[in-house]
């Protein structure tokens, strides 16, 4: 939403930073890196964090995460039982993803940057 009497507008690759636990909505999007693709969506019901969906051709799976030390640009998944775990770095219009321990549920390197879509 727009304030004041201009008509200047944000471009269409502009993405406002999280200020609170309302904006964290302005993470919710479809991110992409080679083949896999990252839905990450907004949920009420986890306001330390966010869930998302790692997905590859037909297959797929989903987790929630928690934020690291409240910080709104790092959150990590780590609630595997083989000490499989994602973290996640929200930067402007990507997300860097990196994976330690275990195996990818998609048996697929998972590290990288993923670009919104």
Request: proline share 3%.
């Amino acid at each position: 939403m727009l304030m004041g009497c201009g008509s200047q507008q944000k471009p269409s690759s502009y993405v406002d930073e999280p200020k609170d636990k309302e904006d964290d909505i302005g993470w919710v999007g479809t991110y992409q890196r080679g083949d896999v693709t990252l839905i990450i969506m907004y949920d009420e019901e986890v306001p330390n964090g966010f869930e998302f969906n790692m997905e590859l051709g037909e297959i797929g799976f989903g987790e929630f995460t928690r934020y690291i030390q409240d910080d709104k640009k790092k959150a990590i998944c780590d609630t595997t039982e083989d000490g499989y775990t994602l973290l996640f770095t929200l930067k402007g219009d990507s997300v860097i993803v990196e994976e330690s321990g275990g195996i990818s549920y998609l048996e697929t390197d998972l590290n990288g940057e993923y670009k919104r879509q």
